[in-house]
């Protein structure tokens, strides 16, 4: 399996809604991404984990706020967003030895009401 | 601050010739390049890596070059097919962490 899958494909939320992204791969990847991708724009790095702890947090509001609960899944709960958080949100996955790329799935296209 | 630049949002080419993809960085920390492609509506798929320590690397149609002195990289696909029609990003490596950051992409259309 060298998949990474993403749950759901496409979200509407309002601003006052709850909700969560899910991401899972079976690589046996020990590093696991959360990027947000713009229209036009290359993808930005948000969190990293490494051995499901979480290593880098790129300056991310707290509205947004990672899970990582076993080496698989990787989740981004989602509370109290604004308009402008409206994006493609894309989960990636790694080996942690470098030049081996990380592994992105599809992405959530989420919109913000 | 943009440390990974793509200064061609688009490039044109014929099916059966050669594309000639570029970045250029300002971060001489970064160890590792690295280059990926999206269609629409999907995710990047990583294509090929460069180590800083290299200055080519060959993958079948795809050839990346590094000029470390230029601070440059070149993604090569020869032959293109219209397959390849997609948009291309450069991204940089630096070594904590395993972040990546990427440049802008370029639009790569391959006409038949």
């Known amino acids: 399996d060298t998949e990474v899958t993403q749950t759901p494909k496409h979200l509407v939320m309002g601003m006052t809604n709850k909700k969560s992204l899910k991401c899972e791969q079976h690589?046996?990847?020990?590093?696991m991404y959360w990027y947000k991708q713009k229209a036009k724009k290359p993808p930005e790095l948000m969190f990293v984990?490494?051995?499901?702890?979480?290593?880098i947090n790129e300056s991310v509001p707290s509205r947004f706020s990672p899970e990582c609960p076993n080496s698989s899944l990787l989740n981004l709960h989602l509370h109290a967003l604004q308009p402008e958080d409206s994006a493609l949100y894309l989960c990636?996955?790694?080996?942690?030895?470098?030049?081996?790329?990380?592994?992105f799935g599809p992405g959530t296209r989420l919109t913000v009401l | 601050d943009q440390q990974v630049k793509q200064n061609s949002p688009s490039l044109s080419v014929q099916e059966g010739r050669i594309s000639i993809l570029n970045c250029d960085y300002t971060?001489?920390?970064?160890?590792?390049f690295l280059w990926y492609k999206k269609y629409p509506a999907e995710g990047p798929t990583f294509l090929i890596s460069?180590?800083?320590?290299?200055d080519k690397n060959e993958d079948g149609r795809f050839t990346v070059f590094l000029n470390k002195s230029a601070k440059h990289l070149s993604l090569h696909i020869v032959p293109s097919q219209p397959g390849d029609s997609a948009v291309y990003f450069c991204?940089?490596?630096?070594?904590?962490?395993?972040?990546?950051?990427f440049g802008g992409g370029t639009r790569l259309m391959v006409k038949p």
């Open positions: 990636a996955s790694s080996p942690l030895q470098a030049g081996l790329g990380q592994f």
């Open positions: 690589m046996g990847h020990r590093a």
């Open positions: 984990y490494s051995y499901e702890k979480l290593s």
């Open positions: 971060n001489s920390m970064f160890d590792y």
């Open positions: 460069i180590s800083s320590i290299k």
């Open positions: 991204a940089a490596r630096k070594d904590a962490g395993n972040m990546l950051t």
